[in-house]
T-cell receptor
Framework: EAQVTQNPRYLITVTGKKLTVTCSQN?????MSWYRQDPGLGLRQIYY???????DKGDVPEGYKVSRKEKRNFPLILESPSPNQTSLYFC?????????????FGDGTRLSIL | RKEVEQDPGPFNVPEGATVAFNCTYS??????FFWYRQDCRKEPKLLMS???SGNEDGRFTAQLNRASQYISLLIRDSKLSDSATYLC?????????????FGSGTRLSIRP
């Protein structure tokens, strides 16, 4: 089954404790992206990747890191999480850009930073 | 000012009504446009792409007006199952970059 898998689905942690949210897709998509969703602000792009070893900042990259060592994986790293990073996070993938291709989203990861 | 703006709603309409959403975008270099649907606590899913010539998919019609930089979505004969948040999306694509901007969404609630 074609899917984007994020882990964990839920995480409560404390300020400053490094965490990684994994994202994996099995559709051989070149494009992968991370978003955060907050009430009233909608989905905002954090980072995206056009292909292996190619990453770029989205609109809200501060406090986040990503890597794309393999095509299927695109982990999101919070080196020193802070309470303002409490949010719902989505990973998505598609063929290059979107064009007529839809972005496929994971189920989301709800992060709470205390 | 947000790069993609939508009326947040909520729109509360009776079943069978016709509903129209508008969305404006500020980056004239945006090339591709989409409507996504998001159910409560779920991931967004593509509803339809939007073309200048207008496109229709069953009860749904999408339209793009590049001169005025707005996108519309029309839902005819609305069903209870249409209740969701509708997200307007604009993409700006270069040779080595692709930025995707979501609007904050318009909430639609269909009542029996």
């Amino acid at each position: 089954e074609a899917q984007v898998t994020q882990n964990p689905r839920y995480l409560i942690t404390v300020t400053g404790k490094k965490l990684t949210v994994t994202c994996s897709q099995n559709m051989n998509h070149e494009y992968m992206s991370w978003y955060r969703q907050d009430p009233g602000l909608g989905l905002r792009q954090i980072y995206y990747s056009m292909n292996v070893e190619v990453t770029d900042k989205g609109d809200v990259p501060e406090g986040y890191k990503v890597s794309r060592k393999e095509k299927r994986n695109f982990p999101l790293i919070l080196e020193s999480p802070s309470p303002n990073q409490t949010s719902l996070y989505f990973c998505a993938s598609s063929l290059v850009g979107t064009g007529s291709q839809p972005q496929h989203f994971g189920d989301g990861t709800r992060l709470s930073i205390l | 000012r947000k790069e993609v703006e939508q009326d947040p709603g909520p729109f509360n309409v009776p079943e069978g009504a016709t509903v129209a959403f508008n969305c404006t975008y500020s980056n004239s270099a945006s090339q591709s446009f989409f409507w996504y649907r998001q159910d409560c606590r779920k991931e967004p899913k593509l509803l339809m792409s939007v073309y200048s010539s207008g496109n229709e998919d069953g009860r749904f019609t999408a339209q793009l007006n590049r001169a005025s930089q707005y996108i519309s979505l029309l839902i005819r004969d609305s069903k209870l199952s249409d209740s969701a948040t509708y997200l307007c999306v604009a993409e700006h694509r270069g040779s080595s970059a692709s930025k995707i901007i979501f609007g904050s969404g318009t909430r639609l609630s269909i009542r029996p």
